[in-house]
């Protein structure tokens, strides 16, 4: 398999990379000994053609990162946002459901106005995003492709280099590529027959963000797996390849009520009750809490 090396020496950065890495290397100069996380969300695409038409994807929306992002907002922290496109954002996320044109409406056939029962939603997300931004403590960066992913990735994770700052690697990231060398120039013709192609292993970056980007960092990552009975072995076996703080494991059809953290000497298993439910918590508020909490430790080095 190619080492992250050879894949950054052989896929250049794409072409929004150099205002992207400004865009948060002045945003880490300003929260210099505040803490700061770094939160990766959504899938990733590998395309199929260089003039990209068609490309795999995956399933994640973007509940995660986006949801927690907030939380992390509201435990103090700095946020660096990275997030495919087009997946959840936060704040907007509370709205993808219903339609923006229904909560306004025209007044005196001049000007827009917020209909008075949906005031009550809007009016809290509203500040606080407004906060958020007023006080500089939240910027996104979207990303698209696999390639796009890695380059961000490494890029935010060497400008992370601290105790301060926390990697929450929440991305559903693709495990296969078609290197470009490798793709069509154009969309695929079904007149040419079923296409054929290789899809090659990404290489392994998960262990370059502890030991090689962000040695002082607190690292999260998440494990998905589809199989209960494969969850706790594979999450403990990245725990240790990986030497990340904290893994977090959760299967793919349980993922929004239940997780478990996973860290070098304990298992704790996280599912949100029925009556959480109702009252409108969600997983990752718990999830956050609990990093806030292990953070602080590693800060203070308890
Ligand atoms: O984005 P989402 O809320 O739909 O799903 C979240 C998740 C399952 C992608 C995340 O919790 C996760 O496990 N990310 C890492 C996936 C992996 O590479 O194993």
Redesign the pocket.
């Known amino acids: 398999m190619e080492t992250h090396e050879e894949f950054y020496n052989t896929h250049p950065p794409p072409l929004n990379y150099e205002n992207d890495i400004t865009k948060v290397e002045n945003f880490v100069r300003c929260h210099k000994n505040e803490k700061i996380v770094l939160i990766t969300?959504?899938g990733t695409t590998v395309p199929i053609e260089q003039n990209t038409v068609r490309f795999v994807d995956n399933?994640?929306?973007?509940?995660?990162?986006s949801a927690s992002a907030e939380y992390f907002l509201d435990a103090g922290y700095a946020v660096i946002f990275i997030y495919r496109s087009k997946s959840l954002e936060p704040f907007v996320r509370h709205f993808v459901n219903d339609s923006l044109l229904d909560k306004l409406e025209i007044k005196n056939n001049k000007s827009i106005q917020v209909k008075e029962d949906k005031v009550e939603k809007l009016l809290p997300l509203l500040k606080k995003y407004k906060d958020a931004k007023a006080s500089n403590k939240f910027i996104s960066i979207p990303f698209t492709t696999l390639i796009d992913y890695m380059w961000l990735l490494r890029g935010s994770c060497m400008l992370l280099d601290s105790k301060y700052c926390l990697i929450y690697l929440?991305?559903?990231?693709s495990d296969f590529y078609i290197p470009p060398s490798e793709m069509a120039e154009h969309k695929l013709q079904s007149k040419d027959g079923p296409p054929v192609m290789t899809l090659h292993l990404v290489p392994k970056v998960m262990k370059a963000v502890t030991h090689n980007w962000s040695r002082q960092a607190y690292i999260v990552s998440?494990?998905?797996e589809t199989d209960s009975m494969l969850l706790e072995t594979k999450s403990k076996d990245a725990l240790h390849k990986y030497k990340h703080q904290l893994v977090i494991g959760?299967l793919l059809h349980s993922?929004k009520y239940n997780v478990k953290l996973i860290s070098p000497n304990d298992i704790e298993d996280i599912l949100v009750t029925d009556t959480n439910k109702k009252n409108g918590i969600e997983i990752e508020k718990i999830i956050v809490n609990k990093i806030k909490t292990k953070h602080d430790e590693f800060i203070n080095n308890i």
């Open positions: 969300s959504g399933f994640s929306a973007g509940t995660r990162g929440a991305a559903a990231v998440f494990k998905l959760n993922r």
